[in-house]
């Protein structure tokens, strides 16, 4: 079966910073991968996903991921950190649709 | 237009006790799920349905109990509590394997 791995439980940047959040994937087959954003005592909102249209995929609030297949990747970053970007991520992967498996979470800190 | 909602938010349950975690869409999807997340474990899939009166088992289906007999609702049911179901149980939905939209949570503790 899939499964992402995230590296890094917590991340900290300083505000106007570059964010960067690691994703890797295991896919027998080609995958859709996706990042969510979970604020505390939410529910997790979409940030962007890759369908196979292209490789660069550009989410909601400035943040973009690249897709690399050589590198099983598909980092998250955002080029300059906002005080409310300060939130936990979740990278997934899915095949079939009925089977999203989920990283453990970054938890991203902005300090001012 | 409300998207995914669950009740109820928090709940505290005895061992052994039952109750049943409601989740409703408004978004005519046919596909719905339910998570728990454990802290430092991500989402865990619980059980799924790709369409009234069909259900499937996820990765983590024991203890658990699922019906949709409507598109709109996706209970969940926990017939004899447990420590270990100590969590915050999420339920999503979506268009096959479009994006999934999630509810608020409703955090569970069992003591």
């Known amino acids: 079966a899939q499964s992402v791995t995230q590296l890094g439980s917590h991340v900290s940047v300083s505000e106007g910073a570059l964010v960067l959040l690691r994703c890797n994937y295991s896919s027998s087959v080609p995958p859709y991968l996706f990042w969510y954003v979970q604020y505390p005592n939410q529910g997790l909102q979409l940030l962007l996903k890759y369908t196979s249209a292209a490789t660069l995929v550009k989410g909601i609030n400035g943040f973009e991921a690249e897709f690399k297949k050589s590198e099983t990747s598909f980092h998250l970053t955002k080029p300059s950190a906002h005080m409310s970007d300060a939130a936990e991520y979740f990278c997934?992967?899915?095949?079939?649709?009925?089977?999203?498996?989920f990283g453990a979470g970054t938890r991203l800190t902005v300090k001012p | 237009n409300a998207g995914v909602t669950q009740t109820p938010k928090f709940r505290i349950l005895k061992i052994g006790q039952s109750m049943t975690l409601q989740c409703t869409q408004d978004?005519?999807?046919?596909?719905m799920y339910w998570y728990r997340q454990d802290p430092g474990m991500g989402l865990k899939l619980i059980y799924y349905?790709?369409?009234?009166?069909?259900?499937d088992k996820g990765e983590v289906p024991n203890g658990y109990n699922v019906s949709r007999s409507t598109t709109e609702d996706f209970p969940l049911r926990l017939e004899l509590a447990a420590p270990s179901q100590t969590s915050v149980y999420f339920c999503?939905?979506?268009?096959?394997?479009?994006?999934?939209?999630f509810g608020p949570g409703t955090r569970l503790t069992v003591l």
């Open positions: 997934a992967v899915s095949v079939t649709g009925n089977d999203m498996r």
């Open positions: 978004m005519n999807h046919n596909y």
């Open positions: 349905s790709v369409g009234a009166g069909i259900t």
């Open positions: 999503a939905s979506s268009q096959v394997t479009d994006t999934q939209y």
